[in-house]
């Protein structure tokens, strides 16, 4: 059940550095978030898969030392763009046609409407949506995760600048949002393996209107 693999998953804190995810499991996890949910299906993000072990170790001393990105065998760097083009928005548009042919003058009707909405805005409003979106593909890579029974560590603790001159995001109009650490939680030295999950009950956190 989801709740079972949800109630296994947390943010492990130490992974053993002897056990890699095999890679039909790493696939699985990108697949998820591939498939997940994005505002008008641009997808406005990419994910890169960083197994070297000195980018690796660039990347841990990016997010102030953290051995979860070192010992995990695979780190996920989701990249939110870092802003709206026309062209980007165009290539949506023609792989929409290429994959459901639906016509074009049907989508450019409606993309076009969305360029006018998106294109005179700031590119850091614009890079903020596109990192929501990125957001919602982190928590379905999250829950496949679980689903694999692969132990992945959520991070925010980092400096995106380093990050993004590390693995050259800038030049490919991208900056880093979030980190994913995979790999299996080590036998020791993890203070939060097996803790008790904290959370609000429901009742706290959901209101509901009738």
């Not at 409003?125 to 999250?142: D, K, M, S, T, W």
């Amino acid at each position: 059940m989801l709740k079972d693999k949800l109630n296994w998953r947390y943010a492990t804190k130490a992974m053993d550095p002897a056990r890699a995810v095999p890679q039909a499991k790493v696939t699985a996890i990108l697949e998820a978030a591939n498939l997940a949910p994005t505002s008008s299906g641009l997808q406005p993000f990419e994910i890169i898969v960083v197994t070297n072990p000195e980018v690796k170790a660039k990347l841990s001393a990016a997010a102030y030392g953290q051995k979860q990105i070192v010992d995990g065998s695979h780190v996920l760097v989701f990249a939110a763009w870092d802003n709206y083009t026309a062209e980007r928005i165009d290539a949506v548009v023609q792989e929409t046609h290429k994959q459901r042919g639906t016509p074009l003058e049907m989508l450019n009707a409606y993309y076009d409407g969305l360029k006018a909405q998106y294109l005179p805005r700031p590119a850091e409003v614009n890079f903020e949506h596109a990192a929501r979106q990125a957001y919602i593909a982190f928590g379905l890579a999250l829950t496949a995760a679980a689903f694999e029974e692969v132990d992945a560590t959520p991070m925010e603790g980092f400096d995106p600048a380093q990050v993004d001159e590390i693995l050259g995001l800038r030049a490919k109009g991208l900056r880093s949002v979030t980190l994913m650490p995979l790999g299996y939680r080590a036998a020791e030295g993890d203070w939060l393996k097996g803790a008790a999950k904290v959370r609000k009950p429901l009742a706290e956190l959901v209101t509901e209107v009738a």
